[in-house]
């Protein structure tokens, strides 16, 4: 039981100061941010916005917030602006035919084990590579992930904490393997990808752990128990790719 605590930035930080950081002030569910979509792309005004997620929900944005929510969704919606973690996979596995990684963007966020696939129907149809990489990120700040052999019938979930987060992830894994492309074996095992990285200690290096994942799981040697000194340089390796 938790009888005390202390909030904590680059400097310490009192209550209200944490709930005016305007990662709390929004804070929407799927639902939401889809209504929100839609308000947007229909040509409400902000301040009508700006009412519909305050009357909606327990979220307390600035006008300045909803500008930058409104920014956001548009630039999603150009394909603009694409995460690190994209870049970083992208460069990965551009080059490898047998190897497919499916973009973060289209992947999505999952809440409470929920998550749109419709959007990835037409790529995993498509699918000719052996390797499916799927990069999850899960309530908005942990990175898990889906790894599909199609040439096994093993549907592998990593979670980099092996936290509840990898029970989240297994409704969409089963959903997946449904929409795979008719070469591929017809039944299939969802289990826990098993690997010899260690388990995430922090609150922060999961997409290093998801991406490292992915490169063994594609053919790379090996890495036992990361150590810090690893993990720093993983963190500059996957850095340059950015660049």
Known sequence: ?????????????????????????VSLDDTALKTVEELRKAGAKKTSILKFIKDNSNSNPTPQDVRNLVRKLKASE????????????KKLFAERVDTIGIDTS????????FLPVDTMKSVLLGAT??????PVICGKNHWCSIMIDLTCKD???????N??????????????????????????????????LGVQVDSYNCGMYMLLA?????????LSLLSRKDLQYLRYRYLCMCI
């Open 155 to 161: 549907v592998l979930i990593y979670d980099p904490m």
């Open 78 to 89: 150009n394909g603009s602006g694409p995460s690190s973690s994209a870049k970083r996979l």
């Open 1 to 25: 039981m938790i009888t005390k605590c202390r909030l904590e930035h680059n400097h310490t930080l009192n209550e209200y100061a944490f709930k005016s950081h305007s990662s709390k002030r």
């Open 106 to 113: 289209i992947a999505g966020n999952v809440m409470n084990g």
């Open 129 to 134: 590579g052996e390797k499916i990489l799927i």
């Open 214 to 222: 992915f490169e063994v799981f594609a053919g790379a040697n090996t």
């Open 163 to 196: 936290s509840s987060y990898g029970s989240k992830v297994r409704p969409l894994a089963d959903k997946l393997v449904t929409m795979l492309p008719d070469f591929a074996p017809r039944k299939y095992r969802v289990r826990l990808y098993l690997s010899e």
